[in-house]
């Protein structure tokens, strides 16, 4: 398994399964989530072995119809997403809102560090 997979995994039954990578295609119902990887913490050592885990900062976006639909579903996202524990997450701050004025959609921005 990767991280998105589990990720994926994890946040599908929020939405009915429209959980994408990057951006969701043109036309999804909403709601629906994305993710982006957003970088992490490079494991390095003083030789060459290569380390068994690696970490990534992942961005898990909520997309709604109001504010209030986006907030809510955020709040579900970072509940779920605290439970993978396969994925030792840690939250990185709280959501972010924004709107998208060309789609009319509202959304939640919300940085987790997973492990795998």
Not at 92 to 99: D, V, Y
Request: with cysteine.
């Amino acid at each position: 398994m990767s991280i998105e997979s589990e990720v994926y995994n994890a946040l599908k039954g929020l939405v009915a399964n429209r959980v994408f990578p990057d951006v969701a295609p043109l036309g999804t119902v909403r709601p629906f989530l994305t993710y982006q990887g957003v970088g992490g913490g490079a494991v390095n050592f003083l030789d060459p072995t290569i380390p068994s885990r690696k970490n990534k900062r992942m961005q898990i976006n909520v997309w709604a119809d109001s504010r209030t639909a986006a907030a809510s579903l955020a709040e579900q996202v970072e509940d779920v997403m605290r439970a993978v524990t396969v994925l030792q997450p840690t939250v990185l701050g709280a959501a972010i809102s924004t709107f998208e004025p060309d789609t009319k959609l509202y959304g939640c921005m919300q940085d987790f560090s997973l492990w795998l």
